[in-house]
Structures are given as structure tokens and as C-alpha cells.
């Protein structure tokens, strides 16, 4: 069964940068077009940004820019480049399929931005 496992997320201050990580449990995730979302606290979970089997990618507006999302796929792993990070970039992350797939959520990685 096709998983995720993020990482990577942590407190840093505006201005600063944070690489996540997304490893897939299976290799069937290269035929996948992945995705990173985020949940701020008490707010609903939206997609920052996503990526195709080819590696054409698109961005939410508030994070283009700012953020990349690239793949490595012989590592099953997605990878977001967060930097110049802002205090409403507060928020929990997550990786899955795209569109989001049910029941395939992790526990996300916690990004908190704030000096």
C-alpha cells in the first residue's frame, strides 16, 4: 500500500529556509503526479504545490517564488524548497498523490515560522 513519510519541518525564523521530505513506500509513486499541501492551525488543508511524472510543476500564489517542488524518484522521495519563509507559512505539512488521495494522508511535518 502506497504510504508517505514527511520530514524535515522545524522552527525557523522569517526570512529563513526549510527543505521537506516525502518518501513513498512504494516505486509505484514515479507513475504518480505527487503534491505538497499544508494545514495552518484551525484552518482547512490546501495544496501549496505539485509536480508531474514529467516534472512540469505549478504553485498556489501565495508560495510562488518562494517555494520549489522538484522529485527524485530512484529515491521515491518529493521534495519542497521552502525559502524566505513568512509567519503565515505557519502550518502543518503533507505530501499525497495529486489529486489528494483519501486514507493516503502521514502525519505531515510541522513548520513554524516565527522569530
Known amino acids: 500500500q502506497l504510504q508517505f513519510v514527511e520530514s524535515g519541518g522545524g522552527l525557523v525564523q522569517p526570512g529563513g529556509s526549510l527543505r521537506l521530505s516525502c518518501e513513498a513506500s512504494l516505486s509505484v509513486f514515479k507513475f504518480y503526479e505527487m503534491a505538497w499541501y499544508r494545514q495552518p492551525p484551525g484552518k482547512q488543508r490546501d495544496l501549496v504545490a505539485r509536480?508531474?511524472?514529467?516534472?512540469?510543476?505549478d504553485y498556489d500564489d501565495s508560495v510562488k517564488g518562494r517555494f520549489t517542488i522538484s522529485r527524485d524518484n530512484a529515491k521515491r522521495t518529493v521534495y519542497l524548497q521552502m525559502n524566505s519563509l513568512k509567519p503565515e507559512d505557519t502550518a502543518v505539512y503533507y505530501c499525497?498523490?495529486?489529486?489528494?488521495?483519501?486514507?493516503?494522508w502521514g502525519r505531515g511535518t510541522q513548520v513554524t515560522v516565527s522569530s
Open positions: 499525497n498523490r495529486f489529486p489528494s488521495q483519501p486514507g493516503r
Open positions: 509536480i508531474t511524472i514529467s516534472g512540469s510543476t
